[in-house]
């Protein structure tokens, strides 16, 4: 049953995981983890929005996401243990607005500490809804913010969210703190003072160059109930986040983000789905970085047997009023696959139909629609 629940892979990098253990009189031994994932990509755009914007997109690509963790922990006399992650990127490109040549060479660096009172981390991490949160399952792990279908080369144009998780603030500098697990019950809550920093440098860039020096602040809290009843699984999970977001023109603007999700597993199935609510104060000059009100829903069921995984997922999103009032939508339909060849060794391959529109644009740029097919390897160390 554990198998079949699908894991988060944010609480899995955040530390959750079993690093290299010295003992207090010893200095941290670091160890090798990571993965490797490359896809071949075909993607097919709506010929007559290629022709409104001007364009002819390739229709085949190859797409990279690999990361090498280094992670390491020592225990205390006191039974405190002390530990490190630092995740590089080692090369590849997901999408065209996340090219590897503007991204950080690190993509997470933390440290934590950990005993019977929980387990605190500071660094750039995922904030603590994010590490705790369930969605929709998708086989091949190509679902959420990770989702090539909506990353590669151009078919989604519209500034709706791409996922169900907490993750205006990405990769910012925070502090986290997470409980012990209470008869299932995880929860947790993270502090960050300035949610534009680290990989979030891009919300600073504004057409009002006086309101570069923006600064932010959020905080929010999470849980996840994760429990076995016989042969059913069950995962829920809850999250908030509070964004306070201020510049030196006058410009002011807060957020309140928050999600739910629930998985249930019974034999090889996985039906799980998942919400997220944005209401964000409107204003002009941050319109079209992520900050407008929305919300976004995904759904879907998996089927594990043997070696072999399949699911089918759906993504529905909403971004109110980020161009003259009026709404951007997202839709994703994806059938994903994974066949393990080996332990840590799985071929993958997804398919997908996803539909972008801009309500404030009535010529044929304003919606873009097409299909991508999509197989590769990942390899996990």
Not at 143 to 166: F, H, L, M, P, Q
Not at 250 to 279: D, L, P
Not at 343 to 358: F, I, M, N, R, T
Request: hydrophobic letters at 40%; zero cysteines.
């Amino acid at each position: 049953m554990k198998k079949i629940l699908i894991a988060s892979t944010a609480l899995v990098a955040a530390g959750f995981i079993t690093t290299g253990t010295a003992s207090a009189s010893d200095k941290i031994k670091l160890e090798l983890g990571g993965y490797s994932k490359w896809w071949v990509v075909g993607q097919w755009n709506k010929n007559k929005y290629q022709s409104a914007k001007g364009v002819d997109y390739n229709s085949v690509d190859v797409k990279g996401d690999n990361e090498v963790w280094f992670a390491g922990e020592t225990t205390l006399d006191n039974g405190m243990k002390v530990g490190v992650n630092v995740e590089l990127e080692a090369g590849g490109d997901k999408g065209s607005s996340n090219s590897s040549a503007t991204s950080d060479t690190i993509d997470q660096s933390f440290v934590y500490v950990a005993g019977g009172f929980g387990k605190i981390i500071a660094g750039t991490a995922a904030n603590g809804t994010v590490l705790l949160h369930v969605m929709a399952p998708d086989a091949a792990s190509n679902w959420g913010s990770e989702n090539i279908a909506y990353n590669a080369i151009d078919v989604s144009k519209s500034n709706a969210r791409k996922t169900t998780e907490i993750d205006t603030d990405d990769n910012a500098e925070k502090i986290t703190y997470v409980a012990p697990t209470f008869y299932g019950l995880t929860v947790g809550a993270t502090y960050i003072p300035n949610a534009m920093r680290e990989d979030n440098r891009g919300l600073t860039t504004l057409s009002n160059t006086s309101a570069a020096t923006l600064g932010s602040e959020a905080y929010g809290a999470g849980a996840l109930y994760a429990k076995e009843f016989g042969p059913v699984g069950l995962k829920v999970s809850s999250g908030w986040v509070h964004y306070d977001l201020s510049g030196p023109v006058g410009i002011a603007k807060s957020s309140n983000e928050w999600s739910a999700g629930t998985q249930i597993a019974i034999g090889g199935f996985t039906v799980g789905g998942s919400y997220r609510g944005i209401n964000a104060e409107h204003n002009a000059a941050l319109q079209g970085y992520g900050l407008s009100r929305g919300h976004v829903w995904d759904a879907g069921v998996a089927y594990a047997t043997g070696p072999y995984s399949v699911s089918f997922s759906t993504l529905q999103s909403v971004a109110e009023g980020v161009t003259a009032h009026t709404d951007q939508t997202l839709s994703n339909y994806q059938l994903s696959g994974k066949y393990a060849m080996a332990p840590g060794v799985d071929v993958l391959a997804s398919v997908a139909y996803v539909k972008a529109k801009d309500e404030s644009d009535a010529t044929e740029a304003g919606e873009n629609k097409g299909w991508t097919a999509m197989t590769g390897l990942s390899l996990t160390f």
